[in-house]
Every structure is written in structure tokens, then in C-alpha cells.
């Protein structure tokens, strides 16, 4: 290769990634920005799996099938207001935290569902304008923080905006209805009891 040629080429590789460290730069300057740093501390409890990974899209929605002993319930989680508590619920369902958990606790508005503990906590996104509609799936914390325990609104909730909003149910909402309708025995134990068996994402 000639002279000229090998610098043309250095000229136009130089280019090229001077524009796309331009377009990174911008797209991370947007509102909101493309991805965002999460952090999740280990709290020193037992983990069956790891903390994720830190950097999580902030667009997009996932889609997960929570198949129960009741039927399947299908998740539509929204990045956009909580990526990293969606990245920490896919992560830890791909690496089957949530297969045979059962969801143990029901109150007059909502059930609770999957363990307290993965063995590592974040914190809680909230904007302070959570509104919980029925069909809600929110994030239980757990010393002010997340965790990996999730619940799901059954009836239109008034509840304070300080549960982290990941997403809604689209289908499925009749399997939370059956274990509503049985009501809850001592500590909130439901009496119609309900077990998921496994979490497909995606």
C-alpha cells in the first residue's frame, strides 16, 4: 500500500471514531440518558446468584411469563422509570431465583411474591409520583432499599409513592384474582396458596 494511501486510511479511521465518540457522548447527554450505572451492594446474606451486572439500557420493555401452580401471569416491565430494579428482577429470574418461591403474603390490595433475599441490594427509584392502579408490579424494599422481593396490585391501591414501579401485568391478572377471593390466614399467608414454577424473559 502506498504512502498517501495508509495515511488516508488512518485519516478516515480517525474519523469515523471521532464521530462515534460524538454520538456516544450526545446520546449520553440526552434526557434520559441510552444506559445507566447501577449499583448493587452485597449485603453478606446467602445468594444463589450473583449481583447483575452494573450497566442496564434505560429504554425498552421486557417482557416476563411468570408461570404459577395457579396459571401463567404474563409482566410487561417498563425500564424507563426503574432500569436498574427491571435488570435486577430479569437477572435474577434467568438465573432461576424465582423457580419453586412461593408468593407468601397477601394483603386487602396486593400479594408479595418471590424471596426477601437475593444477597445483594440497590436503591429505589422513585420519582414521588408512583400511583398503584390495579395490574401494578412494584418492588417490596427491604431496609429502604431493593431487594428481589416483588408484588403485584390486585385492587386499585392508595398506597404512599415510596415502592418502586417496574411494571404492569397484561395477562394473568385472574390467577392473583383466585388467591385474592380465598382471603389471607395468620401473618397475611394466603390461603389459597400459589408457587411459581418458573420465569421466562423475553
Sequence with gaps: MRRWQRV????????????????????????????????????????TVRPPYSLTPTIGVVKVTVTTTLGPVELRLDRTNAPCAVHSLGHLALGGFYRDASCGRLTPVLLECGPAEAGFRFRAELSGREKYPRGTVAMVPAAGQNAARFFVVYRDAALPPQYTVIGRVVAGLGVIDKVAAGGAGDGGTPRTPVTITGVQVG
Design 8 to 47: 488516508l486510511a488512518v485519516v478516515v479511521v480517525a474519523t469515523v471514531v471521532f464521530v462515534l465518540e460524538g454520538w456516544l457522548a450526545s446520546a449520553q447527554a440526552v434526557s434520559p440518558p441510552l444506559f445507566k450505572q447501577c449499583t448493587y451492594t452485597r449485603t453478606g446474606a446467602p445468594a
